[in-house]
């Protein structure tokens, strides 16, 4: 790494802890660093490079769409009618009215507050230890201990905690009764959370009690979207229709920043007068033409790339299982999003650390390493990963 750049780094740019490598460039599921070193990337930037790094086909199509610099909110662009009428297609259910937003964050933050103008009621309910985004509101519904140093976050936001199971129903349902919650809020499979997968009984029952009590279900599909849980989106696994659902990260696959909140017609009538979420750029041009040649991939190739993520999900599952670690192995996935439990935070780290080193990069979430690899890697590329990580234990 330059070292010249890191102190400059350190002086004037805020970040969390320190940069591990100075990219230059990627291609596929591969990063290189500025001396050419050459990283296998098993997170896909965190559940944004959906379909592999510098993807000729998304680029070109970004590059035969001509666009203004920018486009003022109030104006009428097509563009945008384009994306809308897409995602009101691919989203599950009755979804038909989008709201644009510059990322993840402002995308739950107006579900946030279209469910509170909706119901009219103050409260939420949130998995105890989840992310939601960064804003004051967002940070309101995510992990409790933000508490500590956010004095002031919403007041009303209760948390439910893990497993999820039939006391956490109970206890959720003990909350709804109060009719005070406008929605309850999760990720359907919680990348956040390392890859946990709820059981389809807790779902529908949960998704059962928001419709008893007048909460509206919200799924936050920020991370777990986009083809990465094996269904475009997660919530399709379950028999659940989300009254709104969230999207940022991989619907521009990193091109461009973006963000969606799609709701129901129903709803988006009721809130009409009273809704008003202005972000100034929120799908600019750039974002709303990477949006739409991303889901237009995802479209043509469907097919092969679902067979791809259950394919490899079985490669990294059956490898990852019988790869020998210290304490034993958990291993639990859903399509490309993978964890594997190494039961020892301080071992999961040294692992991570390890990997590093040889040119294999993944995440830790306390004891679990978490694999999020692009949905079209090929099993070559799995295969050295995994061989990389064996080979490091
Ligand atoms: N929701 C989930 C589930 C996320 O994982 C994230 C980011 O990691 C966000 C929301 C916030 O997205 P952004 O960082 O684009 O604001």
Redesign the pocket.
């Known amino acids: 790494m330059n070292t010249k750049t890191k102190n400059r780094d350190r002086k004037f740019f805020g970040r969390d802890g320190s940069p591990e490598l100075e990219l230059q460039r990627e291609r596929g599921s591969y990063l290189y660093d500025e001396e050419g070193r050459k990283y296998l990337d098993f997170t896909s930037g ?2 944004v490079g959906n379909f592999g790094w510098a993807n000729e086909e998304i680029e070109d199509m970004i590059a035969r769409m001509r666009h203004p610099t920018y486009v003022k909110p109030d104006l009428l662009y097509k563009p945008w009618t384009e994306l809308a009428e897409l995602l009101a297609e691919i989203t599950p259910g009755r979804l038909q009215k989008s709201y644009r937003a510059t ?6 933050e107006a579900a946030m507050q279209i469910a509170m103008i909706y119901t009219d009621r103050p409260g939420f309910l949130s998995l105890e230890d ?5 804003t004051l509101g ?1 940070l309101s519904i995510g992990a409790s201990s933000n508490r500590k140093a956010y004095r002031n976050l919403l007041p009303h936001c209760h948390k439910l905690s893990l497993p999820l199971d039939e006391k956490a129903l109970r206890r959720a349902e003990l909350r709804l009764r109060s009719r005070n919650i406008a929605a309850f809020i999760m ?1 359907p499979i ?3 959370l390392g890859v946990m997968v709820p059981d389809a009984e807790f779902m529908e029952a949960m998704h059962g009690l928001c419709r008893k009590y007048g909460t509206l279900f919200v799924a ?5 979207g986009f083809g990465r849980t094996g269904k475009l989106f997660a919530s399709e696994h379950f028999d659940v229709e989300p009254d709104i659902l ?1 999207m ?2 991989a619907i521009t696959g990193g091109y461009a ?1 973006l ?1 969606a909140t799609i709701t129901t017609e129903e709803i988006a009538e009721k809130i009409e007068d009273q809704f008003s979420f202005y972000s100034t750029y929120g799908w600019h041009p750039h974002g709303t033409a990477a949006a739409i040649a991303n889901i237009r991939y995802w479209l043509r190739h469907e097919d092969e790339l679902l067979d791809n993520i259950a394919g490899m999900s079985r490669l990294f599952t059956d490898r990852i299982s019988r790869m020998r670690f210290k304490y034993g192995v958990t291993v639990c996935a859903a399509g490309l999003a993978i964890s594997a439990d190494l039961l020892d935070p301080d071992y999961a780290g040294e692992v991570r650390e390890k990997c590093f080193d040889e040119g294999l990069i993944l995440d830790t979430n306390d004891s679990k390493l978490v694999l999020f690899p692009a949905l079209n890697i090929s099993e070559r590329e799995a295969g050295k990963g995994l061989e990389i990580l064996e080979d490091c234990l």
Do not use: I
Request: charged letters at 20%.
């Open positions: 965190w559940c990322g993840g964050s402002e995308a739950v989840s992310y939601h985004g960064n967002t990720e919680s990348c956040n936050d599909e920020v991370a777990c969230c940022g990260k920043s963000g």
